[in-house]
């Protein structure tokens, strides 16, 4: 039996299911060159929080991405099935990151999931969850070592 694309709770916005595939387009062709798209998906009141910052604001936002994507070599997501409840979305993800900073530029595979609420079509609300030391602590020369070791000894 194939899966359902979407699980869909209570009564659905009729703009949240173009505004979601808007999100997973984007975030596969988002890089430091093109971060004016932000506009084509996200309010301007956007607020927007991961484990490492939090930005209030498009511009904020925008800055923020440029941060992140200013030593990023390459960054493809593979997103899951989303949970759609009204106008609020929950889609897991696998990141694929290359950066120069981290891990010598190698392949780093994060798992996280975004948590979005859409309000005429435009993502107002942004949170990512994953773990930070997945993503740098675990990639970082000295304190890799250290906290692969501290996870071998703990599990």
Not at 5 to 27: Q, W, Y
Not at 58 to 76: M, P
Not at 124 to 141: I, M, S, W
């Amino acid at each position: 039996m194939k899966a359902a694309p979407a699980v869909e709770v209570g009564a659905p916005d009729a703009a949240v299911p173009a505004t979601l595939d808007k999100f997973k387009s984007l975030f596969n062709e988002l890089d430091k060159g093109n971060l004016n798209r932000l506009a084509e998906l996200y309010s301007e009141d956007i607020y927007f929080q991961d484990p490492l910052s939090s930005a209030q604001g498009l511009d904020d936002l925008t800055h923020y991405f440029a941060s992140a994507y200013a030593n990023a070599i390459s960054c493809r997501f593979e997103f899951s099935h989303p949970v759609v409840d009204e106008n609020r979305i929950a889609i897991p993800w696998v990141m694929h990151l290359r950066h120069k900073r981290i891990n010598k530029g190698g392949l780093i595979q994060v798992q996280g999931i975004s948590h979005l609420a859409v309000r005429k079509g435009k993502v107002y609300y942004h949170r990512d969850y994953f773990d930070a030391g997945q993503l740098l602590y675990e990639n970082l020369p000295v304190m890799g070592k250290v906290i692969r070791w501290v996870k071998g000894y703990a599990g």
